[in-house]
């Protein structure tokens, strides 16, 4: 009997570990990160989207509620290719924050209400 207990609780924590490194790797994929030291951009947040892009008007959405529609500015990938590039931004949606010594830290994806707020 103790063996049927001990196999269902092994089974139970396999379980719950597997959850939680599937939520773990989820998550450090929504949030990646990248740095870039010396932007060309003054202190603010930015927000880079494109016209293709599927999933820019749900974090446009998320920025308009955090921050208000001028709390960031939008660089649509059309009409600042130049930025995009000098900046490292490969895919959309992404937020960038630039600090005042001129750093920024990009986020890609969808910016949830954590984040946001950082």
């Known amino acids: ?7 269902a609780a092994l089974v139970a924590g396999a379980l719950v570990i597997a959850g939680l490194i599937a939520l773990i ?3 450090g994929a929504n949030a990646r990160v990248q740095i870039v030291q ?3 951009l003054d202190p603010g947040i930015y927000f ?3 016209a293709t892009c599927a999933t820019c008007e749900q974090a446009r959405a998320m920025l308009d509620s ?4 001028k709390g960031y500015a939008e660089l649509a990938w059309e009409r600042h ?6 900046h490292g931004v490969e895919k959309v949606p992404a937020v960038m924050i630039v600090d005042d010594a001129g750093r920024g830290r990009i986020r890609f994806g969808v ?3 954590a984040w946001v707020l950082e």
């Open 1 to 7: 009997m103790n063996d049927v207990w001990l196999r």
């Open 111 to 113: 910016p949830d209400r």
């Open 48 to 50: 880079f989207s494109s």
């Open 38 to 40: 010396g932007t060309s």
């Open 25 to 27: 790797s989820r998550r």
């Open 81 to 86: 290719p130049e930025v995009f590039t000098r």
């Open 66 to 69: 955090k921050l208000g529609p």
